[in-house]
């Protein structure tokens, strides 16, 4: 079977922090964290069947009150090392709300073992910008509403600011396991990293030295598994917690070899507790678009979701020149 399984199931995700835990959330989501898998574990850098990827995805949250865009790239080399940078911002509707982290990611893949050392152990460290923006004039403050007359916006405000923008450095970091034997039936894969573990400040409102960005650990494995030339599944499964904030997610994934251009994907994550996220997908001749619905099913979630969110993302692959599409099925992507 060819090898676009990963290109296809690079786009069916997992959401990061769930509505459940919104009081303590830090970090922007997707549901289709495989767009964005240097957000997931930096270790997956470059684990794609090519040679290189660029993806671009676009999250709508609270009827689209929330946009979250991201768009990466990654590539392998001939070194035992794959390199790939990614850019996420979140940004509310009136704009008053901007997060921005700008990454490098350097993925080490020399450490094999096994029979034909086809096992990997993948590790990878990562660094960029954290940025967080605020515009105070978007904003509306509780005295700027006045009795009989409804919100003024030229009243004055007594609320302080200590900035309105500030950047910092932030670190991350990963390991992977994955089984790239080929023919196999069955292929194993797991992995963990940490984000913000420099502990980067974040100097709003009070406080001299700033908020520290807690740290964000993840967790995540799963298995491939071929049930005939036709029709491969993929069960995962994915812990996260950062601070109090935490979320599990299980699902199942299925491809169908169409063509031998054209695959199809189907599937869904269940985001334990509070949605469940059904995903399709379609892959033709190297580019890869998909599509998935979180949908809200406890009256907590229903209530803050304010509508259902939606995600659409976009990636393509590609091979260097003179480099047949040959490979050993190489995807740890769940």
């Known amino acids: 079977m060819k090898n676009h399984f990963c290109n296809v199931l690079a786009i069916a995700g997992l959401l990061l922090l769930g509505n459940r835990a919104a009081q303590a959330q830090v970090d922007p989501h997707f549901s289709q964290t495989f767009i964005q898998p240097m957000t997931l574990n930096p270790a997956l850098t470059g684990a794609i069947d090519g040679d290189y990827r660029v993806s671009a995805i676009w999250r709508s949250q609270y009827s689209n009150l929330l946009q979250t865009k991201g768009i990466s790239g990654e590539m392998t080399t001939n070194n035992n090392v794959n390199l790939g940078v990614n850019l996420l911002n979140q940004t509310t509707s009136d704009r008053a709300y901007s997060f921005t982290n700008a990454y490098l990611t350097m993925a080490y893949t020399g450490v094999r073992f096994g029979k034909d050392a086809m096992h990997y152990l993948t590790m990878a460290i990562q660094g960029g910008i954290l940025n967080r923006r605020f515009d105070i004039s978007r904003m509306e403050f509780g005295d700027q509403w006045k009795s009989g007359i409804g ?15 500030a950047s910092a450095l932030d670190m991350g970091a990963g390991i992977l396991y994955y089984d ?142 003179g480099n047949a599409d040959t490979k050993a099925f190489y995807c740890p992507r769940f």
Request: aromatic content about 14%; proline content about 6%.
């Open 151 to 165: 919100y003024d916006p030229s009243a004055a405000t007594g609320e302080s600011w200590r900035t309105q923008n």
């Open 180 to 321: 790239a034997s080929p023919n196999k039936r069955v292929n194993f894969y797991g992995g963990f990293s940490a984000f913000h573990i420099n502990k980067p400040k974040s100097p709003y409102i009070t406080a001299d030295n700033g908020e520290v960005v807690p740290v964000r650990y993840n967790i995540h494995g799963g298995a491939r598994i071929v049930v005939n030339e036709q029709i491969q599944v993929v069960p995962n499964f994915f812990h996260q917690r950062q601070q109090e904030a935490r979320e599990t997610l299980v699902g199942l994934y299925g491809q169908l070899n169409a063509g031998l251009k054209t695959d199809f994907v189907l599937g869904a994550n269940w985001r334990i507790d509070e949605a469940v996220i059904p995903f399709a997908g379609v892959y033709y001749n190297g580019f890869t678009f998909g599509f998935s619905y979180d949908v809200p099913f406890t009256p907590s979630t229903l209530m803050m979701s304010r509508g259902n969110s939606i995600e659409m993302s976009l990636s393509m692959v590609l091979q260097r020149k």
